[in-house]
């Protein structure tokens, strides 16, 4: 059963995470200003966790991934903060 739910926290949360980035950025677009800035903060803390991940493959390491799991929650939590705010900011 904590395997099940492993494979849920290793492919959902990535996948859940780029789905909400994309949603956020396209809003941030429609708010303009701070609120798409605010919507691509999560994008390099990802892409650095993406490439250390790729660099430490590329090297033998077998943990490397690990930084795309532990990046990943807390990137998912902006966003999902970030889509918080503006539902109880719109009217």
């Not at 949360?13 to 800035?37: D, E, N, S």
């Amino acid at each position: 059963m904590e395997t099940v739910f492993g494979l849920i926290f290793m492919f959902g949360v990535p996948a859940l995470w780029i789905w909400l980035q994309v949603k956020a950025v396209r809003l941030g677009q429609l708010f303009g200003g701070w609120w798409l800035a605010a919507a691509w903060v999560p994008v390099p803390v990802m892409a650095l966790a993406i490439l250390v991940a790729v660099l430490g493959v590329m090297a033998g390491s077998n943990l490397a991934p690990i930084y795309i799991f532990l990046a990943a929650p807390l990137c998912l939590f902006w966003v999902m903060a970030f889509h918080a705010i503006l539902w109880f900011k719109s009217p």
